[in-house]
């Protein structure tokens, strides 16, 4: 078996887990972080993308407000490709209550949430697709955020500041000595899920940011930490329908935000308590509710194109314990000022604010932390407070380093909507194109896929948004299989020094500054290297999922989750294409892939009633 | 702006299944690299434009929200010449040359018109003024130097087809003949667009001589630019204005009923198409009254022809003893009307006439885009494939069919001239063959038979 050893390790690639790292690793602990999926794979890369301005939760969550509106700033600067400066808007519709709107303008002021109230008919002008019988609109910072990107470009900042990350390790155990009252957990066991390899890993602290899965992994700690998991289902216009982000102005609940993310609008959510993490049925009443929510905001709506419909699940937590423990657990943690509540009986009460659990008060185990709740938005602050803590417990004082420390990537500055089209109109790289309805080029893909952990294509899809179009891979599956093929099968040389995540979604960064790249990365450490480099399993002759077939199949089967809930009209219409091209053509079910499985394929098809993923 | 919903024009992307049958039938990408092709203009690139907003302008400026520091993400569907063979072709029913037509007129908003698009644009202006001196004005712009200069200076192509000033524009010999004009209860409104007015007065004649012979009162009222030059070259508040003079204009006469004809297919297809739709008229009323009140000349007459209204006495056109092969292109906007090919119905009404249907998707000229320097070539390698089966027409001929080829037709002004520019022959419209198949025109000297 091999091992590791480091300060310390943490459990999960979502924005949270790569946060933590990006966080330990500026302040000088050696850190490890393992994710069993790729990176973003949980609720991360399942989330509507929108950076909250906090004005959603003024009247309902005052705590997570202001942690949102804090972080919003924040986030401008360090992560500012990441985002798109949309603005939102709040319309108050016919049928909100009457006295929402004042309270709410009130309490954003109260907060310290920008929020400016422009006449309707301005707001109709910038959005003519908005519900002409809104009464009144207010105008606050939210904005779009590419949670993909913005991760990995955490992640790459991780590395550059020396962690190792290291996606498909699956948390098997953790180690745990001591009696009652004097545990300590003193490392993991986790199992390379593409190798089948298992790995002893020593580290001096275990941060568990693993989302959803945060339950699971204190299990094994023999921790118990109840989550309250709130599934959110979202859909996917087939384009925008608007390019600022709609929120309705009345107390937060289902279908009533819309987000303009990237190439598509989208509609959510449900809240819906699940039992577990995985496995999420999408009903059709949900798929009804957000098309009719969705219609209060763009008349309309429900009977535009579709493209798929996906679900995420809330790691929400409210502390439960009783109260001179949990006193306690909230010592030097940024939940100081939460009062400790019932357990709600709905997710959609629960408090948005973060959890930050210290399980040396709270239950009496060394060396174990969990961060758990918060947004999206508030995932840099989840960080801070889960490595504070560590830093506490560890016996050190190091400042916080990420608020004032941009990623690598902002000097492109905000995201914009045409982006990708002007790039490959500058550079003439139409005829590159692998998947047109996203813009993905060639040199795109091969970047991703040799320099990025890549076992599946839909990992591909995390890193460059192939697929992620009308089509849904109807027309890149195949030529993206082919291209991996040929990787594969080509004496290229070795690729060295790490890829620039920053420009990993820029059609022409090959064209513009890959020598730029490659210089800014050579300080990064080879350990880095080898960490990516092993994982590119899709390209990777000996790795048993780098058969084209099974790519194929799996990505397939990934995109047909997403599209089968919602299939009617002009997507079935474009469905019965690709089923035309895979199935008669390509005989696409009829591949000799029978005995092989990717660590994916069993997710892929893990129940009928598709769970999807994003977009 | 009343009505923007989320099915109006722009949003007819969303039918798009990526299929790529456009692409194979677009003649503009078949034979250049400047343009990627309709799917990848239009529904696919829409997706990254300031997608949702339908265009409109008020006082206030474009309605689009301005995109970052104002840019336009793409410059190569200017490159689309607007034919429309992709919306002909497109099995779920995109819009896809309109949706490029809007790109185009957000390109203008965001980085200006040039002086050579304005100018095009203007054509009836451009005619007007050529028409106070014709003579002048043919000397200036056909001669080599006034080519060269208007190549350096404005980017107009040099060799590219442009017409010449008629020494008489259609209203002056309207006034010269008044006399002559049939009176009638039965009355129809003849729109002729710019080109005849100004260059080609003839077809003019023609059609009236057609619509006389018929019966029916030719009412020529006061209009004005349909708008396509304009609406083609990104020019879109203009382009609304002259709209909704026509509108105006015409008002009456379609409230009374009365069919509003047209020979020039570009300039009905306007009327009945691209202004409601591009410039978000559908629900003016005048606009849709005026839409559902437009034919093609030859839609009305076969309209005729199937109520058997049309006078029988049409007879062979001469050509010295020959049967006379007459090669036909159904221009791209004429098939943009979705009604068949009247032309042809009514044509093979002529006896002894040979009629050769040319498949051939575009003479490539496109209204204005043939004229522009830079896609001068790209308009001749598309008219390539309909240049070459005029010439097949020429050459080779069927045993049972010997006989030479004399004219071209083609309903379409501007894709005359492309033919005559490309094949040397000359061209005429269907509406010339026909009159002059009722003795009513003679077909060589272009002018009625009664030499008024």
New interface residues.
């Given amino acids: 078996m091999k091992r590791m050893q480091t300060e310390i390790l943490v459990i999960g690639g979502g924005a949270t887990g790569t946060g933590v790292a990006w966080d330990a690793a500026l302040r000088g602990f050696r850190t490890l972080l393992v994710e069993k999926r790729d990176l973003t794979h949980g609720t991360t890369g399942r989330y509507h993308g929108l950076l909250h301005s906090g004005a959603r939760y003024v009247l309902k969550d005052a705590a997570s407000a202001a942690q949102c509106i804090s972080e919003n700033r924040i986030l401008r600067r360090t992560h500012t490709h990441c985002i798109e400066d949309t603005s939102g808007f709040f319309v108050v519709t016919p049928e909100d209550e009457d006295d929402y709107p004042d309270r709410f303008a009130a309490a954003c002021r109260r907060l310290d949430v920008p929020c400016t109230e422009i006449p309707a008919s301005s707001a109709l002008r910038r959005e003519p697709l908005l519900n002409p019988r809104i009464s009144r609109v207010f105008e606050l910072p939210d904005a779009a955020a590419d949670s993909f990107l913005a991760t990995h470009a955490t992640a790459q900042a991780a590395r550059q500041a020396g962690a190792t990350l290291l996606p498909y390790h699956e948390l098997t155990r953790l180690h745990l000595s001591g009696g009652d009252g004097n545990r300590t957990i003193s490392g993991a066991t986790v199992l390379d899920t593409v190798s089948g390899e298992e790995l002893h890993i020593d580290a001096d602290l275990v941060i568990n940011a693993a989302g959803a899965w945060s339950g699971q992994v204190a299990a094994l700690a023999g921790v118990e930490v109840k989550m309250i998991l709130g599934k959110g289902v979202m859909l996917a216009t087939n384009a925008r329908l608007t390019n600022t982000v709609i929120n309705r102005c009345k107390m937060p609940g289902d279908g009533d935000i819309l987000v303009p993310i990237h190439t598509v609008s989208v509609i959510g959510t449900t809240d819906e308590k699940v039992a577990g993490p995985e496995d999420l049925p999408i009903e059709q009443w949900e798929i009804d509710l957000m098309l009719t929510e969705g219609d209060e905001l763009v008349p309309g709506l429900s009977r535009s194109r579709i493209l798929r419909a996906w679900a995420g699940v809330r790691p929400l937590y409210q502390e439960t314990q009783p109260p001179a423990e949990s006193n306690q657990s909230k010592e030097g943690s940024h939940s100081n000022d939460q009062p400790v509540q019932e357990m709600p009986q709905d997710s959609r009460d629960a408090t948005r604010a973060l959890a930050l659990l210290n399980h040396r008060q709270r239950d009496g185990v060394r060396g174990f932390i969990t961060i758990t709740g918060g947004k999206w938005t508030t995932f840099r602050l989840m960080a801070e407070s889960a490595v504070d803590a560590a830093c506490e417990q560890l016996g050190v004082s190091r400042p916080c380093r990420t608020a004032a420390t941009a990623v690598p990537g902002v000097d492109q500055g905000h995201y914009w909507l045409g982006h990708r089209l002007s790039e490959v109109e500058d550079e003439q790289l139409q005829s590159e194109l692998v998947c047109e309805c996203e813009l993905v080029t060639r040199s795109m893909l091969e970047s991703a896929a040799q320099r990025n952990p890549t076992v599946t294509l839909d990992d591909l899809r995390r890193d460059v948004r192939l697929g992620m179009g009308p089509c849904q891979g109807g027309f890149c599956t195949y030529r993206a299989v082919g291209i991996l093929h040929q990787l594969r099968t080509a004496k290229t040389s070795p690729v060295v020094g790490e890829w620039n995540v920053a420009h990993m979604q820029s059609p022409a960064h090959h064209h513009r500054d890959s020598s730029t790249a490659e210089a800014s990365d050579s300080a990064s450490n080879s350990a880095s290297a080898y960490d990516s480099l092993q994982r590119s399993a899709a390209v990777d002759p000996q790795a048993a999922v780098s058969q084209p077939n099974l790519l194929l199949r799996d990505f397939l089967q990934e995109r047909w989750k997403g599209v089968a809930p919602i299939l009617w009209g002009q997507q079935l219409r474009q469905e019965r294409l690709d089923e035309l091209i895979y199935l008669s053509i390509l005989n696409a079910d009829h591949l000799p892939v029978d005995d092989k499985e990717s660590p994916l394929s069993s997710f892929y098809r893990s129940d009928f009633s598709p769970s999807g993923s994003n977009q | ?1 009343q009505n ?4 109006s024009v722009g ?1 007819s ?7 790529n049958i456009c692409t194979s039938y677009c003649p503009v990408s078949a034979v250049t ?1 400047s343009f ?1 092709g309709p ?2 203009a239009a ?12 265009y409109y302008a ?1 006082a ?1 400026g474009p ?1 689009s ?1 301005p ?2 520091g104002g ?6 569907v200017d490159y689309c010449s607007g034919c429309r063979v992709c919306n002909e072709v497109c099995p ?1 029913g995109v819009r896809i040359a309109e949706i490029n037509a809007r790109a185009r007129a957000r390109i203008v908003a965001a980085r200006g018109l040039s002086l050579r698009n304005r100018l095009l644009g203007r054509n009836e202006l451009l005619g007007r003024i050529g028409s106070i001196a014709p003579g002048l004005a043919n000397f200036v712009l056909h001669n080599p130097i006034g080519r060269r200069l208007a190549a350096a200076l404005f980017g107009v192509a040099e060799k590219a087809p442009l017409p010449r000033w008629h020494h008489e524009t259609l209203n002056r010999w309207l006034a010269r003949t008044r006399a002559q004009r049939l009176r009638s209860d039965r009355k129809v409104v003849y729109f002729h667009g710019c080109a005849t007015q100004y260059y080609e007065p003839y077809v003019g004649m023609a059609a009236i001589l057609v619509l006389e012979h018929l019966g029916y009162e030719a009412i020529v009222p006061p209009q004005n630019c349909c708008g396509l030059p304009m609406l083609s070259n990104g020019e879109f508040t203009a382009a609304e204005s002259h709209h909704r003079r026509n509108v105006a204009r015409l008002a009456q006469y379609v409230d009374a009923g009365h069919p509003i004809i047209g020979t020039s297919t570009s300039c009905t297809l306007t009327l009945k198409e691209e202004a409601p739709e591009l410039l978000d008229l559908e629900s003016d009323p005048g606009t849709h009254a005026l839409k559902l009140a437009t034919w093609d000349i030859f839609e009305w007459l076969r309209e005729r022809l199937d109520q058997d209204q049309l006078p029988s006495d049409l007879r062979p056109l001469d050509q010295s003893g020959q049967p006379f092969i007459l090669p036909y292109h159904a221009p791209c906007q004429l098939r943009a009307h979705r009604i068949g090919k009247p032309a042809l119905d009514l044509l093979a009404q002529i006896p002894g006439l040979d009629l050769r249907e040319s498949h051939a998707r575009c003479c490539g000229i496109a209204g204005t885009y043939g004229y522009k320097t830079e896609k001068y070539q790209i308009a001749m390698d598309v008219g390539a494939e309909l240049f070459d089966y005029v010439a097949s027409q020429t050459s080779k001929s069927e045993p049972d069919s010997e006989g030479s080829v004399s004219f071209t037709a083609c309903d379409s002004e501007t894709c005359r001239w492309q033919l005559e520019h490309g094949t040397g022959l000359p061209s005429r419209h269907p509406i010339e063959l026909l009159a002059a198949a009722y003795g009513l025109y003679d077909l060589q000297a272009r002018r009625p038979a009664d030499g008024s």
Avoid at chain 2, 13 to 19: G, P
Avoid at chain 2, 43 to 54: K, L, N
């Fill in positions: 702006m923007a919903t989320v099915n949003l992307l969303n039918a798009c299944i990526k299929c690299d990627p799917k990848y529904p696919q690139s829409e997706r990254f434009r300031d997608f949702g907003h339908p008020d206030a309605i929200r995109l970052a840019q336009m993400p793409d410059a190569s779920t």
